[in-house]
Each structure stands twice: as structure tokens, then as C-alpha cells.
């Protein structure tokens, strides 16, 4: 299994302003997958990380307001811009095993006021 | 209807007692599937996986697949506090990237 480390591990931000959240991965990984869990709904998948091209993103996300770096094999960042209220939630970043099951790091708790 | 239909719960158990937390989909497609425990302010982990039909046990935890029903199960028996956690299924297609989860079930484990 990967060790997955991911920062800040919370935050409160002010409403307007942007956050990025890293995730640094122990090995080299070909894809890292960003997710969103909100209260009481399951992990919801927001884009997938490829290193080298643009990142993938799922219906109802958009690279303006998720952008996504992924500068090589063990590491990157999604960032949370023009935050609402809407956007607080649990963001997770998330590598595959050798058997497409999922590995998580310990979450990025966002509340936006 | 979703994908995958999970009851949310909360359950909650005395110590000791067979627990078992249920999950079921309409995607005959998919051929992996997953549970993971999620504890208070941390990320999913990684408790079962699953490939096609069958059981799998580890230690305590038995993780069942009935395709023919869409169905599958954890069963944790000799429940202890520290299985106190949501619980979430998830399943995936084979050769897609993609996993769906459940919503969870939020277990309590009562001393």
C-alpha cells in the first residue's frame, strides 16, 4: 500500500479567496485522483491527476474552479478557487493499488464563512 | 436510482455482537469490490477487497459478494469500541479507473 500525505490537514477560509491542497505520495504513481466528500454523501470524484498532460475532470468540474497540478510522479495539488460556503467539504487525495482498489490520505477538511 | 445504495445507518451495537453492514448495486458491470473504514477526521481505509463472487476473510472481518443479487456484505464479528467508524463500500468495472461508493454507514460499537 502507498503512504499518502496530504496538507493542510484543515482550514477556514474566507469566502472570494482560494486554497491548495498538496498531496505527496511515496512512490512514483501514474495517476493520483482528487475526491470531494460532503456531509452525509459518498466520495464524489473530482478529477484525475496524470503527470505530464492536463488533468481529467468528471461532470459538474471544471478546471477553472479546480485547478490541478501534477509536476511529477509523487506529487500534486488541487486548488479550491473563488471560494462559497458550497465548496466546504472533505477533499482527498487517492492513488491505486496494484488491484484498482483506492488509497487514501488523511483528508483536507475545508470550511468556507 | 444510484449506482450503489447504501444504508446510512447509524447502527449501533453492544460489544461483542456480529455486525453486518450490507451494500447494493444495479451495475452488473462491476467486478471489484471494496470496503473501507473511515474513522472521525481521517481518510478511507482499505479493509476488504474483492474480486467477482465469493467471500474473504481476514481476522475478524468477512467480506461476502453475491453478483447474482447484486449484494455484498461485511460481516465483522466480535465487535469491539475500535470498530466504531462509517463504513463504505465500493465497487469499480474492470479496466475502468473509476471507483463508486456507497454513502456509508455510520457504526457504533456501544461498550
Known amino acids: 500500500s502507498a503512504v499518502i500525505s496530504q496538507k493542510p490537514s484543515r482550514d477556514i477560509c474566507q469566502r472570494g479567496t482560494s486554497l491548495t491542497i498538496q498531496c505527496q505520495v511515496d512512490?512514483?504513481?501514474?495517476?493520483m485522483f482528487w475526491y470531494r466528500q460532503q456531509p452525509g454523501q459518498s466520495l464524489t470524484l473530482i478529477a484525475t491527476?496524470?503527470?505530464?498532460?492536463?488533468?481529467?475532470?468528471e461532470s459538474g468540474f471544471v478546471i477553472d474552479k479546480f485547478p490541478i497540478s501534477r509536476p511529477n510522479l509523487t506529487f500534486s495539488t488541487l486548488t479550491v478557487s473563488n471560494m462559497s460556503p458550497e465548496d466546504s467539504s472533505i477533499y482527498l487525495c487517492?492513488?491505486?493499488?496494484?488491484?484498482?482498489?483506492?488509497?487514501f490520505g488523511q483528508g483536507t477538511r475545508l470550511t468556507v464563512v | 436510482q444510484k449506482e450503489v445504495e447504501q444504508d446510512p445507518g447509524p447502527l449501533s451495537v453492544p460489544e461483542g455482537a456480529i455486525v453486518s453492514l450490507n451494500c447494493t448495486y444495479s451495475?452488473?458491470?462491476?467486478?471489484?469490490f471494496m470496503w473501507y473504514r473511515q474513522y472521525s477526521r481521517k481518510g478511507p481505509e482499505l479493509l476488504m477487497y474483492t474480486y467477482s463472487s465469493g467471500n474473504k476473510e481476514d481476522g475478524r472481518f468477512t467480506a461476502q459478494v453475491d453478483k447474482s443479487s447484486k449484494y455484498i456484505s461485511l460481516f465483522i464479528r466480535d465487535s469491539q469500541p475500535s470498530d466504531s467508524a462509517t463504513y463504505l463500500c465500493a465497487m469499480s468495472v474492470e479496466g475502468n479507473e473509476k471507483l463508486t461508493f456507497g454513502t456509508g454507514t455510520r457504526l457504533t460499537i456501544i461498550p
Open positions: 451495475n452488473s458491470a462491476f467486478q471489484y
Open positions: 512512490s512514483q504513481v501514474t495517476m
Open positions: 487517492s492513488v491505486r493499488g496494484q488491484n484498482t482498489e483506492a488509497f
Open positions: 491527476a496524470n503527470q505530464g498532460s492536463e488533468a481529467t475532470y
